[in-house]
């Protein structure tokens, strides 16, 4: 009898250390959407997906990079949400002892708190953790394709461009310090000067389409109030709970502004036992899901224009490595040719561009886009779902595709392939029978063709009258001066 007694004594102890583990092992820094820094998400991957042998013979000869900027700080607007979060944890602290409410509830951090960026007048920049992001994948990805980078620099042999935006143009600066430390002569690192072109932000089409786009700007506007609607009920509910828990009497407005802070804290700060530790795991995965739900909606699969837009993005890397092709088989002396072109920008500019790559989608999926019929939205936790904004736009977050050049002695038969490489690990691509390498001819055809049945003036641009129409467009143009820059700059 004791045999029977033992064992299940042992299955107990079993199931209660691995739920001991599981609650230990969940780490909020992985929960983060696209506010989680590279470092604590760039590991996790398909682990059902087995990436493609490179074929032997086959030399890379070409890179492009869409990357994010790195991790940033709070924008001047969320800075002032802080400090109002920190007014109204005051009166929420006055008003739970003017109803004597036991203190011991509630989290003593709340009593007196006050933010870490307060009294900042600016905001949004490149933070220190963020330099060494980029600057730490300029040196991996150096070391990944040594053959790419070993001639002299020259900016039209790698062509580094940034949007306008001060903490993209700085990620570029870092990435380039890291793939060229010690191939300079300036100071002890001997670093080297090299450089990174901007296109004014009212006219950069290929890395701030969203913001040139009138179409993309007016659906936004419309739907940003339904998309808040999809997420209450989640809001709703961690309010109710967090109410029972500590006994104050939070708003959804102030669950928002916690999630936020924990989003900042944890990403910026490492700090994970304040805002963060006012939720549970499964709240926190409802937050995230609400983020990931909007950037879906509003960037990502939700609606074709958000990616169509995209496509002078596409349109570019497609046509830097038919360049490429091109060089080689002219047999162009080295020096001669452009090797890599390296573009960053931010979350808005890398989740479309990854849905033009049809990437988080299985076979079923990419055939509805391909054939323009509705997705469904990103399943609701504890429903698993390939849709994370933590995995597929962190800071840094990137994509690269490479160009090879393979030896083919049927001359029928494709010599060149194009592997991706999403946050540096190979990525299935649906369009390419689920693999992350497949020919530049297959690549073209059933993967950009599709999207080039539509072009970005017609996809973005209202339809005027021509006659009138380049005139609206000066007017619209010196009147937008007039008022200033007022672009929404928050999710950048």
Not at 5 to 30: G, T
Not at 191 to 208: C, N, Q
Not at 432 to 441: H, P, R
Request: glycine share 6%; charged share 25%.
């Amino acid at each position: 009898m004791k045999k029977p007694i033992v064992a299940l004594l042992m299955v107990i102890f079993f199931f209660a250390f691995n739920c001991f583990n599981a609650e230990e092992a969940f780490d909020v820094r992985k929960h983060l959407s696209t506010v989680s820094r590279y470092g604590a998400v760039k590991e996790i991957a398909n682990g059902n997906f087995i990436p493609s042998k490179v074929p032997e013979g086959c030399v890379p000869t070409h890179l492009n990079l869409v990357a994010r900027h790195g991790t940033r700080s709070p924008t001047k607007k969320r800075i002032r949400e802080l400090d109002n979060l920190s007014l109204r944890l005051e009166d929420l602290i006055k008003d739970a002892r003017g109803r004597n409410l036991h203190l011991e509830r509630v989290p003593s951090w709340l009593d007196g708190w006050k933010s870490p960026w307060q009294g900042r007048l600016k905001g949004g920049e490149l933070v220190s953790k963020g330099e060494e992001e980029l600057y730490d994948l300029g040196l991996k990805i150096r070391e990944k394709f040594p053959s790419l980078f070993d001639e002299e620099y020259h900016p039209n042999i790698y062509t580094i461009r940034a949007t306008q935006v001060p903490r993209a143009s700085a990620s570029a600066v870092a990435f380039g310090m890291g793939l060229y430390s010690g191939n300079g002569s300036l100071g002890p690192g001997k670093h080297r000067a090299f450089s990174v072109i901007s296109e004014s932000r009212a006219s950069d089409i290929m890395l701030r389409f969203h913001d040139c786009c009138h179409n993309y700007k007016h659906f936004r506007e419309k739907q940003e109030p339904a998309v808040n609607k999809l997420k209450e009920p989640v809001l709703n509910e961690i309010t109710s709970a967090l109410i029972g828990r500590y006994g104050l009497n939070f708003t959804r407005q102030d669950i928002s502004s916690l999630w936020f802070l924990c989003k900042q804290e944890a990403s910026l700060l490492d700090i994970t036992n304040q805002a963060c530790s006012l939720f549970g795991p499964s709240e926190i995965m409802l937050l995230e899901w609400t983020d990931d739900l909007e950037a879906y909606i509003l960037k990502g699969y939700g609606n074709s224009l958000n990616y169509r837009m995209g496509l002078p993005l596409l349109e570019d890397v497609v046509q830097s490595m038919e360049q490429a092709i091109q060089a080689e088989e002219e047999r162009r002396p080295p020096g001669s040719f452009e090797k890599a072109r390296l573009r960053f920008a931010h979350a808005e500019t890398i989740i479309p561009f990854s849905c033009l790559l049809g990437l988080f989608l299985d076979g079923s999926e990419f055939t509805k886009i391909q054939k323009e019929q509705p997705l469904q939205l990103p399943p609701k936790p504890p429903q698993k779902r390939t849709w994370r904004g933590s995995t597929l736009a962190p800071f840094a977050g990137n994509n690269m595709l490479i160009l090879y050049s393979c030896p083919a002695q049927d001359k029928s038969k494709s010599k060149h392939f194009v592997q991706v490489l999403h946050n540096e690990h190979p990525i299935p691509m649906p369009g390419c029978d689920g693999s992350d390498f497949c020919s530049f001819e297959v690549f073209k055809e059933k993967i950009v063709a599709p999207h080039q049945k539509h072009d970005y003036d017609t996809v973005c641009n209202p339809k005027q009258e021509p006659s009138s129409g380049s005139i609206y467009q000066m007017f619209q143009w010196l009147f937008s001066l007039s008022k200033g820059d007022k672009r929404p700059r928050d999710e950048f």
